[in-house]
């Protein structure tokens, strides 16, 4: 993996669209955004044709990608939400703009394309940190999330990575600017869930299960058999609240394709269980993390009976929120309880 070379303040940083234009349809949450940016990081943002422009077309959207890297005075690229189609076009991105030009990224759930494309060429990302989710948090940014933003923004080396006390996935209507003032319900964390006996370390690659279940399912090129001797899984569910048989399948799939006897370790982000059209009460969300901790537990240890799980951690479509560095070294001591990761 090539080395990304850290921001400071004044940098001026890309804020793009790959996926949803999110910007376009919530532009109150899109501008908190970028005046915790700007405030809280000291970062320039820099928008892109079709950074705001809804329905942007596949080739515009790659154009606005290369030119954000190709830009020498952009330091970093943050996207402004998720989507569901990066899957369409991602695999015709040319790879000499991002190789000539490699510079972080940060970005979550259909973004799992563009962090996979990076990892392949031997850039590493960051998996979280988008700007309408994490950075336009109502009320106020979670300090736990700012923390690691800063280390993954600032900071060089390892860190240890630790379990948030609380937890958030219930929304507020971003419709309404109303909320924008306002704090979102928080409930006491159960903390990581650990199995697993022997101490180990890789390199992180993953992302939204979904996205990764289309990665499967369309033939996308991903790491080798042989790159996941070196690979700690890193995985999580997004807002579509996905059935654990669902979960279940498309680790069986992973497992069924070699890939999960050869994984070093597995993280697992607390699964999102609530949404607008999906609201569930305490009980009935504890009860469904509790089934996909089980299945995916289940399904991993009939193809890797002595790999560390961690599951339940503060990644993915849960706040506060860790940017998991995405290629980067993870080390897992299972003995003390204790996770590293290199920033």
């Not at 330091?75 to 998720?82: E, T």
């Not at 991002?98 to 394309?113: M, R, V």
């Not at 979960?247 to 597995?266: D, H, N, P």
Request: hydrophobic residues 35%.
């Amino acid at each position: 993996m090539q080395h990304l070379q850290k921001l400071h303040p004044g940098d001026k940083v890309a804020i793009l669209s790959p996926s949803f234009a999110a910007p376009g349809k919530w532009p109150r949450m899109y501008d908190l955004g970028l005046t915790r940016l700007r405030e809280l990081f000291g970062l320039v943002p820099v928008e892109f044709p079709t950074t705001k422009q809804i329905g942007a077309s596949r080739e515009d959207r790659s154009r606005d990608l290369i030119a954000a890297f190709e830009d020498t005075s952009i330091k970093g690229v943050f996207a402004s939400l998720g989507g569901d189609d990066q899957i369409t076009y991602i695999k015709h991105l040319p790879t000499e703009p991002f190789t000539s030009n490699p510079k972080p990224f940060f970005g979550f759930s259909d973004n799992t394309h563009f962090a996979n494309f990076l990892w392949l060429q031997g850039i590493p990302s960051y998996y979280g940190g988008a700007i309408l989710t994490q950075f336009a948090m109502q009320g106020a940014m979670d300090d736990y999330t700012i923390l690691y933003l800063k280390k993954a923004l600032f900071e060089e080396g390892e860190s240890e990575l630790v379990s948030s006390e609380t937890y958030n996935d219930i929304g507020l209507n971003w419709d309404d600017p109303i909320t924008l003032n306002q704090r979102r319900i928080y409930e006491p964390s159960e903390g990581w869930i650990w199995d697993g006996a022997h101490n180990t370390e890789g390199i992180t690659w993953g992302g939204c299960l979904e996205s990764i279940d289309e990665l499967l399912r369309h033939s996308i090129s991903m790491p080798t058999l042989e790159d996941f001797d070196n690979i700690i899984l890193m995985t999580e569910t997004s807002e579509e609240i996905p059935s654990s048989d669902y979960v279940s399948r498309v680790y069986r799939a992973l497992g069924e394709r070699g890939m999960l006897a050869r994984v070093k370790g597995f993280l697992v982000g607390r699964p999102k269980a609530w949404e607008f059209n999906h609201q569930q009460d305490a009980t009935q969300k504890a009860e469904y993390r509790k089934n996909q901790r089980d299945v995916i537990r289940t399904i991993i240890r009939r193809y890797n009976a002595t790999a560390p799980i961690v599951q339940n951690m503060n990644f993915g479509h849960t706040d506060p929120q860790i940017p998991m560095p995405y290629g980067k070294r993870v080390r897992i001591d299972v003995k003390n309880r204790k996770l590293f990761a290199e920033f």
